[in-house]
């Protein structure tokens, strides 16, 4: 590609995700709603509030690809999930149909499922169960980027985010976990396959302890490298397990479904 948009580019996921991507573009477009340090060779830095059509038409124009992190990505109030995950996503999806339908990867969450219990396996097809306002506007987000691929063609890969850190630092993220390397590695199959669609993506490594089934999958030509399992003795020596009845051992989206409706 000869520019790569990456929304959200100053938080965590960003940052870590930016040297890895770098070989996918001549450029990358780096962009989030607070201001970015000078960039460096080979970027371009964009201040965009996502809620602001004209500064995501702006922030998408001659782009090649898409990589959309930005929005709000904890528990909210309604308000700052509607400006960011909501009316954000639809101002993305109508700058991508003005300027060419640039490929998606759009980052998802297993909080699109996170009600559901954690003996249960889930593939691509399971119904939504969210477990609070962030998880269902993850599902509008799924949902609007289907309309788009089905009215205009405009490929998304619907990538469910389970725990993309440098590495597990809970029980539960021994079956969420996401390294770093396997979401650059899926990213890189997105773009390189000569087909996407707009298929649901289990973001989860090759963890022994998984809930989520990819095997829908073997086309994309993508294969998770790392494996929670790795780091269990150091998550089981720093602390016990959580009690059975607690949210973190029974639900798939842990301390998600204990959240309230947050008012401000």
Request: contains cysteine.
């Amino acid at each position: 590609m000869k520019r790569l948009l990456i929304t959200g580019a100053a938080g965590a996921l960003g940052r870590a995700l930016k040297p890895r991507l770098a070989p996918l573009a001549e450029t990358l477009r780096l962009a989030d709603i607070v201001p970015l340090a000078p960039a460096g060779a080979h970027e371009e830095h964009v201040t965009c509030d996502l809620a602001d059509a004209a500064a995501v038409d702006a922030m998408v124009e001659g782009c090649d690809g898409i990589v959309h992190l930005g929005g709000i990505s904890v528990e909210r109030p309604f308000a700052q999930i509607l400006g960011g995950n909501i009316v954000g996503l639809y101002n993305l999806y109508e700058a991508a149909r003005a300027h060419g339908l640039p490929r998606i990867v759009f980052a998802s969450s297993n909080h699109t499922i996170g009600y559901y219990p954690q003996t249960e396996r889930l593939g691509p097809d399971a119904p939504y169960r969210p477990d609070g306002l962030y998880g269902v506007s993850k599902c509008f987000g799924e949902a609007l980027a289907r309309m788009y691929f089905e009215k205009f063609g405009q490929e998304t890969a619907l990538v469910r985010i389970g725990s993309c850190t440098p590495e597990p630092t809970n029980h539960r993220m021994l079956s969420t976990w996401f390294s770093e390397d396997d979401f650059a590695g899926l990213i890189a199959a997105a773009f390189r396959a000569p087909v996407l669609g707009c298929p649901v993506v289990w973001g989860a490594s090759a963890n022994d302890a998984g809930w989520w089934d990819n095997s829908h999958l073997g086309w994309l030509g993508w294969t998770p490298k790392d494996n929670a399992e790795d780091f269990r003795a150091k998550v089981e020596a720093a602390g016990p397990p959580p009690r059975a009845d607690e949210a973190m051992a029974r639900y798939q989206g842990g301390g998600f479904v204990d959240n309230p409706i947050f008012k401000e």
